[in-house]
């Protein structure tokens, strides 16, 4: 055959030709600022007089919040009293971590306030009802501590979701840009997940590959495949003084076993739609940026639907601890909402007519604010009239509220009982030998880490 006959073979989406990334999206402008100090004041507000009236119990399989704890003591602030600082704090980083990533995915502010909006009010009449009309509701949901423990999960746990939306923000810069200020920043916040709670270190591992398997069909899928391998590699190299072959074992034990035991139930019918819904989810994806937003927190949204979902109608789960899934579940259902809200807004061609795009920075500010009073009080009203069919939903003997919370209680049960006390570090029983192994791998990871960062700033 002639050489020019030859058809030209097709990249596909997993070209290896170089691609020029958008530059990435200013957070930190004068806008932003303010919605940051807006949401940050309003988590603190509406929940800090629950929050400072619970009782919390807890203990830890991971060192980070015994460590904060201690830093409190410092101060003459009890473990007690440093957990609900913590608790409150996870709030407020939580909410401006979910304004943040969904701002430097869309580069809108419109579906940034609606995403951190549905995430703070949804809730808000439960805690609320819970709260102040406890008897009434005390059947149903027992208690604010409960609902609190369980949509976000205890201490550690929480803490751990807030900062996991800054750890995806940072690992998606990172994979279009490769900016060594990026990768510190990812290495550093996935680190610190790792060691606030081994539970969402599973799940950041989960949000990561979603994340990476998405802007790979983007282009230079080999150079971000690097690019991810490196963040798993060095964050874990980072924590390995606690990460040690000892915790490794029980921790991957408990994965598999779990896994094992209903690992049956994944063929054929889960196995067939999940690869159709993939699909479909690509053809639609169709190497578009612009969807990259849709796609990621859909997927991510469906995931930890189908693992809650299964465990909750059919007894069984993949994972241990499934009820550990619904904070995230929490999460990506406010982003997803958020963006299905903003295909209405957009459908209404509001911004256009009202060309808002033209304003002074001012004006712009002034808009965003009256969107976001407006959007907050119409999401408030339809939580508060929803809740109590919601409640009548979810509560009884039988329930789905009652199945997650007996899940919660009998999990913290069984970790206080190991650990012997409140608030207890529960520490692996582990060779010194690994102890030692573990530091010195962590210190060569970080001098890894150290010289990528300043070896990139000197080119």
């Known amino acids: 055959m002639d050489p020019q006959q030859v058809p030209k073979r097709s990249k596909f989406w997993f070209r290896k030709g170089t691609q020029v990334a958008a530059p990435a999206v200013n957070l930190i402008d004068r806008i932003n600022l303010i919605w940051i100090f807006v949401f940050a004041l309003l988590s603190f507000i509406i929940f800090w007089p629950i929050i400072s009236k619970i009782e919390f119990e807890e203990a830890f399989f991971t060192p980070l919040v015994p460590f904060l704890i201690s830093l409190f003591g ?114 550093s916040t996935c680190a610190l997940v790792f060691l606030a709670s081994r539970s969402q270190a599973l799940n950041l591992f989960l949000v990561l590959s979603v994340i990476a398997l998405t802007d790979l069909f983007l282009g230079q899928a080999r150079v971000k495949i690097k690019r991810f391998l490196l963040v798993i590699v060095i964050s874990l190299g980072s924590v390995s003084f606690w990460y040690t072959p000892s915790f490794w074992q029980e921790t991957i034990l408990g994965f598999f076993d779990q896994l094992n035991a209903n690992l049956k139930f994944l063929f054929p019918l889960p196995v067939t739609v999940g690869f159709l819904g993939l699909f479909i989810s690509f053809v639609f994806f169709a190497r578009r940026e612009n969807r990259q937003p849709i796609f990621l927190s859909f997927l991510l949204f469906i995931f930890f639907l189908i693992l809650a979902g299964d465990w909750l109608l059919n007894a069984r789960s993949f994972l241990p601890h499934p009820q550990r899934l619904v904070p995230n579940l929490n999460m990506f259902t406010a982003i997803v909402l958020a963006l299905a809200l903003t295909a209405v807004v957009d ?37 508060f009239m929803l809740s109590p069919w919601v409640i009548s939903m979810v509560s009884g003997p039988n329930g789905i509220w009652t199945k997650i919370k007996i899940e919660v209680l009998a999990d913290r049960q069984e970790t206080l009982a190991l650990a012997g006390q409140n ?22 990871f970080l001098a890894i880490l150290i010289y990528l960062v300043s070896g990139n700033e000197e080119e």
């Open 74 to 187: 410092i101060f003459k602030i009890d473990a007690q009293n440093a957990i609900r600082i913590l608790f409150i704090a996870s709030f407020m980083i939580s909410t401006v971590g979910i304004y943040f990533l969904v701002y430097d995915l869309t580069k809108r502010r419109i579906t940034s306030i609606l995403a951190s909006s549905a995430y703070l009010v949804p809730p808000m009449p439960i805690f609320i009802l819970s709260f102040f009309f406890s008897r009434r509701y005390e059947n149903e949901l027992i208690s604010a501590k409960s609902f609190f423990t369980t949509i976000y999960g205890d201490g550690a746990h929480f803490l751990a979701l807030a900062l996991i939306p800054f750890a995806a923000l940072f690992f998606l810069r990172f994979l279009k840009l490769a900016k060594e200020n990026d990768l510190l920043a990812t290495v």
């Open 347 to 383: 459908s209404l061609h509001i911004v256009e007519v009202m060309a808002v795009e033209s304003w002074s920075t001012a004006g712009k500010i002034l808009g965003s604010l009256v969107f976001g009073v407006v959007s907050f009080i119409l999401l408030a009203v339809g939580a």
């Open 423 to 444: 608030f207890e570090l529960i520490r692996q029983h582990t060779n010194v030998w690994q102890l030692w192994m573990g530091i010195a791998i962590s210190l060569v």
